[in-house]
């Protein structure tokens, strides 16, 4: 399939696992509705790719001949009475990626091999409650980004998952008014030495299971322009202790910038 100019929307219901797709000049976006399936397509100029609308059990997608995807897309993937979809990406040459979720979805979502992966929550739109709950599994990623903002106050976008991805260094986090950002369960990030907070949500680093930091001797901590809602933090020191930061939103609260060796 070869498209033209312009920015292309291809919606397919069923397509083959090994399909080849030229998306031309433009910003194009492949949209599979429905997938179920293991994915090795061949595309060229596709930058984005969609899942939507899907309760498949398991969805693989290997990347080595995709080339130029930016971005993935997640719409209505999984949920709670079926249960999590578990999405794999393999072998993707790129060196960063941008995750969004719209809607509701319930994954599990490994990503190989790629070191920049950037996630955000919301879609700017009224009336979706927009939500990303799971697992994140990064294998290879040293900075990763977590933002939820639907771009509308009263909207409440949320990011629930377990986040497992002992290389990264860097997580940035930002979390709008009304939004909501937890990374609990087993957590692992035992390799985080800079955290990058900001935004007016609430944000849970960690839980009694979790591993931030173990592995590091210092962790900056910058909480930046972040007003009226709260940052929990718990940290692993080493010899396996734990340390409680916590630093509270309230009224008249309103931190440039704090910056923290936690």
Not at 116 to 138: E, I, Q
Not at 177 to 203: C, F, H, I, M, W
């Amino acid at each position: 399939m070869k498209l033209g100019e312009g920015d292309d929307v291809i919606r397919a219901w069923s397509i083959s696992a090994t399909a080849s797709i030229d998306g031309g000049a433009g910003e194009d976006n492949l949209v599979l509705e429905g997938a179920h399936n293991n994915y090795a397509l061949t595309s060229s100029e596709v930058e984005t790719l969609t899942l939507a609308n899907t309760n498949a059990s398991s969805i693989g997608l290997v990347g080595e001949n995709m080339d130029g995807v930016e971005n993935l897309v997640l719409k209505n993937v999984g949920n709670a009475v079926s249960g999590n979809t578990d999405i794999t990406l393999a072998n993707f040459p790129n060196s960063e990626l941008n995750v969004q979720a719209v809607n509701q979805n319930a994954v599990d979502l490994s990503i190989a091999d790629i070191p920049v992966v950037n996630v955000v929550v919301g879609d700017g739109k009224t009336n979706t409650h927009d939500a990303l709950t799971g697992t994140l599994n990064l294998g290879s990623a040293t900075n990763l980004n977590i933002t939820a903002d639907d771009g509308i106050n009263g909207a409440n976008p949320t990011f629930s998952a377990e986040v497992n991805a002992n290389r990264v260094n860097y997580l940035g986090i930002d979390a709008a008014n009304g939004s909501r950002v937890t990374l609990g369960g087993q957590t692992d990030l035992g390799a985080l030495s800079n955290v990058d907070v900001s935004g007016a949500g609430n944000v849970q680093l960690g839980s009694a299971g979790s591993l931030i930091g173990s592995a590091s001797k210092k962790r900056l901590c910058e909480y930046r322009k972040h007003e009226r809602r709260n940052f929990h933090g718990l940290f692993h020191r080493q010899y396996g202790h734990r340390q409680q930061y916590r630093l509270p939103g309230r009224a008249g609260f309103k931190p440039c910038e704090q910056r923290h060796l936690c």
